[in-house]
């Protein structure tokens, strides 16, 4: 009679119970157990770093004055992963990486609007609507890299005078998570 040792493996999570009585049987079920070790980590990554991404309008006509002024797009259309606040119009970075952003400002009846992008509290680029026959747009779009709780929004850049900008969703403010 063979007396060769048996081993056995036994995985909880209703899998069921497993002999081996030889050395390669063993390889084979721990290189197994190892794959799936490393597709659950992969599936618990991927649910948890949703990638952010979000497009807002603005609805009324919003008076911007003095530097400070932030525009606060309300109308939120797309807000994935929850990084923007419309009551703020504050996009605050929830995951570390390389976004796109992209801004329209339309001038309310022939008026200007000096407007920027800030990262931080820092100027990233510049924006400006310029008198046209009755409203003007402009588009200002960058990619900025961003760590965890960074933040980016859209503000005034002129200390003189109000000047308003249209809404009834002709003006929008975007952005989303290109890459790590």
Request: include cysteine.
């Amino acid at each position: 009679m063979n007396m060769s040792p048996m081993i056995v493996i036994f995985m909880v999570m209703s899998f069921p119970l497993i002999s081996c009585s030889s050395q390669s049987c063993v390889m084979d079920i721990l290189d197994e157990f190892d794959k799936i070790k490393v597709d659950v980590a992969k599936s618990k990554a991927a649910s948890a770093s949703v990638k952010p991404a979000f497009f807002a309008a603005l609805t009324p006509h919003f008076t911007l004055t003095g530097l400070n002024s932030v525009l606060k797009f309300d109308d939120v259309r797309v807000n994935r992963g929850g990084a923007y606040d419309p009551s703020t119009g504050v996009f605050t970075a929830t995951v570390q990486g390389l976004y796109h952003f992209s801004c329209m400002i339309l001038a309310n009846h022939g008026a200007v609007v000096h407007y920027q992008l800030n990262k931080n509290d820092q100027p990233y680029i510049l924006g400006y609507s310029h008198k046209g026959a009755a409203a003007d747009s402009s588009t200002i779009s960058a990619v900025i890299e961003l760590t965890i709780g960074d933040r980016v929004f859209v503000k005034h850049r002129h200390t003189a005078a109000s000047e308003v900008v249209f809404g009834y969703a002709h003006t929008s403010f975007s952005g989303y998570f290109i890459r790590e």
